[in-house]
């Protein structure tokens, strides 16, 4: 059973950078596609990002286009978010997913909150 677990969350300051890591253990990370999601406060989970199994290709949602990067380590079994020029709106709870085509899995999320 495949189970993940988000760190790297905290208050930082607009314009700070974040780096989210998801960490895999009970299976390889190699055959999934991962994807950040976040959600805040009275609103609905949205993708951030998603990267590919092999890691080579990425996508990003438009409001983060930029300034996050995606990335996976396959010997550490670890996934990362880099999350650079931090805005007060990526205030949110950030989950790991990963997804085969017939389950997928989710984080507990971290907490990320972006104020001065």
């Known amino acids: 059973q495949l189970q993940l677990v988000e760190s790297g969350g905290g208050l930082m300051q607009p314009g700070g950078s974040l780096r989210l890591s998801c960490a895999a253990s009970g299976s390889t990370l190699a055959n999934y596609v991962i994807g950040w999601f976040r959600q805040a406060p009275g609103k609905e989970r949205e993708g951030v990002a998603c990267i590919s199994e092999s890691g080579g290709v990425t996508d990003y949602a438009h409001s983060v286009m930029g300034r996050f990067t995606i990335s996976r380590d396959s010997a550490k079994n670890t996934v990362y978010l880099q999350m650079n020029s931090l805005k007060p709106e990526d205030t949110a709870v950030y989950y790991c997913?990963?997804?085969?085509?017939?389950?997928?899995?989710w984080g507990q999320g971290t907490q990320v909150t972006v104020s001065s």
């Open positions: 997913n990963a997804k085969l085509p017939v389950r997928e899995y």
